[in-house]
């Protein structure tokens, strides 16, 4: 029973933020998407990213060792679904990224922060960002069918993420005032990225759900026995290991259905794997974090 009500407090305050988000558009209010998005990614979200690194207490080389886990996984995952897709006769560009990249951002920090605290959000910082630079270079050439990797230099989240290293490996502090400045703009990120992806759900329609959600739920076990592996071979200590499971199990990005419309792949797919993971991911992550606590 305690186990329960301890995924139940750490799983709930996510969707319960999301639906929040859901409502509000159901009921005809209205909601700058696209502000609040450029908000997030370019301004609240680089300070969460930059001041959980420059305070992070795991040493570097334990940083490394995740950093190397994230990136081995996101490799295995796209290595396992090019097979399976080919033989389901799938397009490449339509469902490989979706499938391949989580909502690491969105649903992945603050599940990191409520299951495995202030470590656990640092941890869950350093694979954000991995899956960041994975998603805007690999990851455009997946959906476009050629390179963009100059988009990854516009990113503010890179940058952060850059700087953060940089501060972490040198041992430097902002300022008082600055750090201060930084964290309260950092702490809009979590509930603003958690309302924008319910908005962005209750906008979304899709087709082909049933189709779907069989891919969602390979997906969600793909992801997650990869990554359980991966921090076996790699002997991860307990935190590291549960939050790379929890993250490379989130469930697809909606960033994935933007990139599909932007890059003409099939983005009623990707809207379909959007809703579908996401509604899975509350008793899927929910079983994950029964299972890793």
């Known amino acids: 029973m305690n186990l329960t009500m301890t995924v139940l407090g ?5 969707f319960l ?12 209010f209205d909601y700058p998407l696209q502000f609040v998005t450029r908000l997030a990614m370019t301004l609240a979200l680089p300070c969460l990213i930059f001041t959980a690194l420059m305070r992070a207490e795991a040493d570097l080389a334990a940083l490394a060792e995740v950093t190397l886990a994230a990136v081995l996984a996101h490799v295995a995952i796209a290595a ?26 969105n649903l992945g920090l603050p599940l990191a922060l409520f299951a495995f605290g202030q470590k656990g959000l640092e941890i869950a910082v350093v694979i954000l ?14 959906v476009a069918g050629h390179g963009a990797w100059h988009r990854m230099l516009r990113e503010p989240m890179i940058w952060a993420t850059c700087l953060g290293g940089l501060f972490l490996w040198q041992g430097w502090q902002t300022p008082p005032v600055i750090t201060n400045t930084l964290d309260l703009a950092g702490q809009m ?11 962005a759900m209750a906008r979304l329609s899709a087709a082909r759900l049933g189709h ?20 076996c071979v790699l002997d991860l200590p307990p935190v590291a290991f549960g939050v790379l499971v929890v993250q490379m199990a989130t469930p697809v990005a909606v960033t994935s ?37």
């Open 189 to 199: 990120a979590i509930p603003l990225m958690l309302i924008t992806l319910g908005v």
């Open 129 to 142: 960002a991995v899956s960041i630079i994975l998603m805007f270079t690999v990851g455009i050439r997946m």
């Open 257 to 293: 259905y933007l990139l599909a419309a932007k890059y003409g792949a099939d983005d009623e797919a990707a809207a379909g794997l959007v809703l579908t993971s996401t509604l899975l991911a509350a008793p899927g992550l929910a079983l994950l974090l029964a299972l890793l606590l």
């Open 212 to 231: 779907a959600m069989a891919l969602s739920v390979v997906k969600l076990i793909l992801c997650a026995g990869i990554a359980w592996g991966i921090g």
């Open 10 to 14: 750490i799983v709930a305050p996510v």
């Open 17 to 28: 933020l999301a639906g929040v988000g859901f409502a509000w558009v159901r009921l005809g």
């Open 80 to 105: 396992m679904l090019l097979p399976l897709l080919a033989a389901l006769r799938l397009d490449l560009r339509s469902y490989l990224a979706p499938l391949t990249f989580g909502n690491t951002g």
